[in-house]
């Protein structure tokens, strides 16, 4: 049995027509509200028995996702229609490999996997659990996938759910562990390869586990989703993925924020914003508003808090003062980019006199990469032939291109500085690029001579190259 076989209806051309058609099937239909922050009516479709369980008072699986109130209604819609694609695909392979021998319970399974695998999410997605929760907790291991599954736990016990799994054919709790597998892989991490790590499902099933959240290739219906969904948006209208400033400075309020706000949880304790996380009673309660709480509010001990959130609404943002490479991967933590603030502020040339003073705290760094540092993404890649539709085979690098990079990951650097004025950011400007070569990065971006210091090797040889690509532009 071939590992990735599901993915051979990721290029059915037929399979894709079919989620276009949003309201071609019968089942739930519900808001979909798109991230380009516009709302607009869309049809999201369910088959099978998922829709059913509306008669719950919970309000099926769907109103399980809604009274978390953890994802709010800007993600609604995407966690429908993953759950929508979790399906289909699942069904996909069922009607044309009946050999794999697909039951309705897989099916059902797989779509309440996709309903619920981002239950876990905190106020504003990954600037949560990537940005907040690593500045107040710097040696946390947490994810939100950990969160998914405590999440799933207590609204399955609170909403008395397993009898109404039960009813609709599910076996428990064998059910229950394959759809928390689905979501974050095996829950037994002591399995030494290459014994088969899931207990959800025979490995004879593996290809169910590459659905939802594919561990393997990263390929799977959640990235196709933001795909199909983000990408025209992105491209067509000129918006441009969500602003690391904006997580950046709406983490920064968060923290000041933190010692003031309490949460209720289970059995009357109370929770901070950060320590929520622990008591799923709370983390329900932890939603976006927090934003509109704290900007609202007449507390004098948000005051801080309250500052940081009025400077986004009124566009008073951070400047950026560029943006840099380094030759190496550099494992970056928090501290490490606590560290790189330091050595920015008092990274000063001797030459300059301007009596600028600049602290630590004015600058903010930022470390993006692609997320598989260097491996090739196509090296997990299994590929059908159509003379051998039931074999994988992977494609080797000179089989793809001859130009295929060396490296396969990009780390930026990129810093912004708190203050706006225009002296003070002229010379965090010039601040940076010394840093810059002091450390050996690559030259910052929009950098011009006249901010570049004198008598410095490194400036010779950027503007000597900026000359080399000039000529060369004009030849």
Same mark, same amino acid.
């Given at each position: 049995m071939c590992h990735c076989l599901s993915l051979k209806c990721l290029a059915s051309t037929h399979f894709w027509k079919s989620v276009e058609n949003w309201d071609s099937d019968c089942g739930f239909r519900?808001?979909?509200?798109?991230?380009?922050?516009?709302?607009?009516?869309?049809? *999201? /479709?369910?088959?099978?028995?998922?829709?059913?369980?509306?008669?719950?008072?919970?309000?099926?699986? /769907?109103?399980?996702?809604?009274?978390?109130? *953890?994802?709010?209604?800007?993600?609604?819609?995407?966690?429908?229609? *993953?759950?929508?694609? /979790?399906?289909?695909? *699942? $069904?996909?392979?069922?009607?044309? $490999?009946?050999?794999?021998l697909i039951s309705s319970r897989d099916i059902l399974c797989v779509q309440i996997a996709g309903l619920c695998h981002d239950l876990g999410h905190g106020p504003f997605s990954h600037m949560f659990d990537r940005m907040f929760i690593p500045k107040m907790h710097p040696k946390s291991k947490w994810k939100h996938e950990e969160a998914s599954l405590a999440m799933f736990d207590h609204l399955v016990s609170v909403n008395a759910l397993e009898p109404v799994m039960k009813d609709h054919g599910l076996v428990l709790p064998d059910d229950l562990v394959f759809i928390k597998e689905q979501i974050a892989g095996p829950q037994n991490t002591s399995v030494v390869f290459p014994q088969w790590p899931y207990k959800g499902r025979p490995e004879d099933k593996s290809f169910l586990y590459e659905i939802v959240a594919n561990k393997v290739s990263g390929i799977d219906v959640d990235k196709w989703d933001y795909f199909a969904r983000d990408g025209p948006d992105c491209q067509h209208s000129g918006l441009q993925p969500p602003n690391l400033e904006f997580g950046k400075k709406i983490t920064e309020a968060f923290v000041k924020a933190e010692p003031h706000i309490q949460i209720q949880g289970s059995e009357g304790k109370m929770f901070t914003i950060s320590t929520a996380i622990n008591d799923m009673e709370a983390y329900t309660k932890l939603t976006d508003h927090l934003f509109e709480q704290i900007l609202y509010s007449s507390s004098s001990e948000l005051a801080e808090a309250r500052d940081i959130l009025q400077n986004i609404t009124c566009r008073n943002l951070y400047k950026n003062v560029g943006q840099t490479q380094a030759k190496k991967r550099v494992e970056v933590s928090q501290e490490q980019l606590l560290k790189w603030a330091s050595e920015v502020a008092t990274c000063r040339p001797e030459s300059d006199l301007q009596g600028v003073t600049l602290e630590p705290g004015d600058f903010v760094i930022i470390n993006m990469d692609w997320g598989m540092k260097e491996k090739n993404p196509i090296n997990n890649m299994h590929f059908y032939c159509k003379n051998t539709p039931t074999r994988t085979t992977r494609i080797s690098r000179n089989q793809v291109s001859q130009m295929l990079p060396d490296r396969f990951s990009e780390q930026l650097i990129r810093v912004y500085f708190k203050k706006r004025d225009e002296k003070t950011v002229e010379a965090a400007k010039i601040n940076f690029v010394k840093w810059c070569m002091d450390n050996n990065f690559s030259k910052p971006q929009d950098i011009t001579p006249p901010t570049l210091p004198k008598h410095n090797p490194h400036t010779t040889r950027w503007i000597s190259t900026d000359h080399q690509l000039t000529t060369l532009r004009q030849g």
């Open positions: 519900g808001p979909i509200l798109h991230l380009k922050g516009t709302t607009e009516t869309g049809l *999201v /479709a369910f088959q099978t028995r998922a829709p059913s369980l509306s008669s719950h008072p919970c309000g099926c699986l /769907a109103g399980l996702i809604g009274c978390t109130m *953890v994802i709010n209604w800007l993600c609604c819609g995407c966690v429908f229609r *993953v759950g929508y694609l /979790a399906g289909r695909l *699942v $069904q996909e392979l069922n009607e044309r $490999q009946p050999e794999l």
